[in-house]
């Protein structure tokens, strides 16, 4: 995995401008802040970001990849401002659960999410790496 910094760039805060991999690819559906049985614990928008994280990690263990494979992680927000507000409680939850690796990502503020509740839905793509005979 190459994480791909311009020269000159201003080094971007808890993302990459781009990410360049090969190996399997996996694509995690949009996860929201549900548990594994459809069950919301919470309307508040920072648990649902860390329980979509959760999400996101039990789906890639599915296919033997782990945060650090993620290249790319998309949210869909209903409100930026609650999303920026969130920001300090959001990036803890992040380390927790992803650890300190920022793949390209994008936030878009979006009308609606199917889910009356959801607050935040958090799509991924992971690429994990082939293993090379010694």
């Known amino acids: ?3 791909l910094q311009p020269p000159g760039w201003a080094r971007p ?11 399997r690819m996996v694509f995690v559906s949009g ?6 049985q459809g069950v919301f614990h919470s309307d508040d928008f920072a648990a649902q970001v860390r ?11 599915e296919a033997q990849a782990r945060p ?3 290249v790319r992680m998309t949210w869909y ?4 401002r609650e999303y920026v507000a969130a920001y300090k409680e959001i990036g803890t939850a992040y380390r927790e659960i992803i650890g ?7 936030a878009v503020q979006v009308a609606g999410l ?3 509740r959801a607050r935040v839905e958090i799509e991924v793509t992971a690429v994990i790496p082939e293993l090379r005979n010694a």
């Open 100 to 106: 300190k690796h920022f793949p390209a990502m994008t």
């Open 1 to 3: 995995m190459e994480f």
């Open 31 to 36: 996860m929201i802040g549900w548990d594994g």
């Open 77 to 80: 927000v209903l409100d930026k």
């Open 114 to 116: 199917v889910e009356d």
């Open 51 to 61: 329980q979509a994280l959760l999400n996101v990690v039990a789906v890639l263990a």
């Open 68 to 70: 650090e494979h993620i």
């Open 13 to 23: 805060r808890g993302y990459s401008n781009g990410v360049a991999a090969s190996g």
